[in-house]
């Protein structure tokens, strides 16, 4: 069913939010590491899976360079930054709720899980992708909100647009998303899903954001390719 990898992501916020407003306290930092280790390992486990799905290694080649070109010439990952910074400069003075609400927003919308599962859960695959994110997402809003408060709880609502509309959006592209093309761009995503992990696993971060544009470099390159 459409919309269901986003439905769920949004349900374990709001649960691991509920949670962490009432009971936070009482789980420890160790126990939250050692599940987020776990988690960091599944979510390596799902982005190898797909990246070697790919026919054409090439195409993920110069998806990865051409895509690292732009976002470093664009600094997505800087802008990123600061957009999180003035938000945040914005509502200091609004108290812990506004904080919450922006700073779990920021981190639940942006990223590689967050596109490349609203993207498989739009062409009608299961959205294994996000059902992971919903569980990563799950365990982060029980120690954000057991420090920032109920704000947290709201970051549910701009999940829901942002997701919702790739998948919505990518469920009326199916014409041009064909097998070849949604293959290689999942080997894509899948890498830097792997990149996501490595971070989680604290072993090495990746400039992600500036890498995201070669998800989204790979359907010409497919078509190029397709047509030579």
Same mark, same amino acid.
């Given at each position: ?6 439905? !769920?992501? %949004?349900? #374990? =916020? ?5 949670? $962490? *407003?009432?009971?936070?306290?009482? @789980? ?81 919308? !942006?990223? %590689?899980? #967050? =596109? ?5 859960? $739009? *062409?009608?695959?299961?959205?294994? @992708? ?83 544009? %070669? ?14």
């Amino acid at each position: 069913m459409i919309m269901q990898g986003t439905a !769920v992501n %949004a349900a #374990a =916020i709001v649960a691991g939010s509920f949670l $962490g *407003l009432k009971a936070g306290h009482l @789980i420890s930092s160790r126990v939250r590491g050692t599940v987020m280790a776990g988690l960091g390992l599944a979510v390596l486990l799902i982005g190898v899976q797909l990246a070697l799905k790919s026919r054409e290694p090439m195409i993920v080649i110069g998806s990865l360079i051409g895509g690292g070109v732009v976002g470093e010439l664009l600094r997505i990952e800087a802008r990123l930054e600061q957009l999180g910074e003035w938000i945040g400069s914005r509502f200091k003075g609004s108290g812990q709720v506004a904080e919450g609400f922006v700073t779990a927003s920021l981190l639940y919308c !942006v990223g %590689a899980m #967050a =596109i490349m599962g609203a993207l498989q859960d $739009g *062409l009608g695959s299961p959205p294994d @992708i996000l059902y992971a994110k919903a569980a990563l997402d799950g365990i982060a809003s029980v120690a954000l909100a057991s420090t920032l408060g109920v704000g947290v709880l709201f970051s549910a609502l701009p999940l829901l647009a942002y997701q919702g509309s790739i998948t919505l959006g990518a469920s009326f592209a199916q014409q041009i998303l064909t097998p070849s093309v949604v293959q290689e761009m999942n080997a894509v995503g899948g890498l830097l899903i792997v990149a996501i992990a490595l971070d989680l696993l604290g072993m090495k971060r990746l400039p992600v954001g500036n890498l995201l544009p %070669a998800v989204f470099l790979a359907p010409p390159l497919v078509m190029l390719f397709a047509s030579a």
